[in-house]
């Protein structure tokens, strides 16, 4: 059973930094595809950066040059380093895993990023 964890959230003042993560089991982490969304009231879950199984990455417009995703294979596990956070990156933010077999969607829990102004 694919599990996912994730865990750095919490109250920041803009300009501040976070980083996020998600730990993996129950699946071969190394060939899966990663990424992170958010979901702020009333609004949809939107893609925020997604990481390939061979490392490339992609991001939404406005956080590039801000956001970093990455993974570490060895311990399971993908990573947001959130930089120069603005208010309006308040919102829930899940991690996804697809699954390389089937490329079935595994969500998070969710973990809560509040920006302050």
């Known amino acids: 059973q694919v599990q996912l964890v994730e865990s750095g959230g919490g109250l920041v003042q803009a300009g501040g930094s976070l980083r996020l993560s998600c730990a993996a089991s129950?699946?071969?982490?190394?060939?899966?595809?990663m990424g992170w969304y958010r979901q702020a009231p009333g609004k949809q879950r939107d893609l925020v950066a997604g990481i390939t199984s061979g490392g490339s990455t992609n991001y939404a417009d406005s956080v590039k040059g801000r956001f970093t995703i990455s993974r570490d294979n060895a311990k399971k596990t993908a990573y947001l380093e959130m930089n120069s956070l603005k208010p309006e990156d308040t919102a829930v933010y899940y991690c996804?895993?697809?699954?390389?077999?089937?490329?079935?969607?595994?969500w998070g829990q969710g973990t809560q990023v509040t920006v302050s102004s």
């Open positions: 129950g699946t071969i982490f190394r060939l899966s595809a």
């Open positions: 996804k895993l697809v699954r390389f077999s089937d490329r079935y969607n595994y």
